[in-house]
């Protein structure tokens, strides 16, 4: 396990980008929000030991939250998320991370089909919600990087975070606003 990030983001100024923009950048590090509404207890430790085999993690306090999909007309189960700063043992580009975290969702039992109407059970959901590049020169921009909390991009399908979201980031890093 890692100490907190000793680096200070404000993530109003840090880069936005869609996913689909920087999918061949070499990603270093990536903060991300791990969620189940299904035995939990069971697929949380088991995500994050997979996880913990692509290199150095540390994790947040687990929350568990309402969804806030729910109605009285349709009650779902509460979801248990927490946040993990996972610093790769070799960076990878964001399209092979998205895979990679596509098969720890499925090696975690996810289903993605559900009837209409019927309520989802989640094993596994694991979102990026931060990327930091591990290559000095940023092709968005053709800016050398100097400073290393300036290649952190916030992944904007993402942005704004949940509360619990925001929660699991300033423990893992500091983070201004």
Known sequence: MMHKTSMNLNLATLTQCAPETVQAQSVADVVLALGSNYQAEKYLPLAREMLATLGEIQLS??????????????????????????????????QQLQHTFKTLEGNCNRCR????????LVTMDIDILLIKLAEKENSLSKESISESTSNWIVMADRYPFKAHENAGIDELVDVSY
């Open 61 to 94: 306090t687990a929350f568990q939250n309402p969804d806030f999909t729910a109605t009285t007309q349709l009650l779902k189960p509460d979801y248990t998320n927490q946040c993990v700063h996972l610093v790769l043992t070799t960076p990878i580009s964001l």
């Open 113 to 120: 089909q559900a009837e209409a109407n019927q309520v989802r």
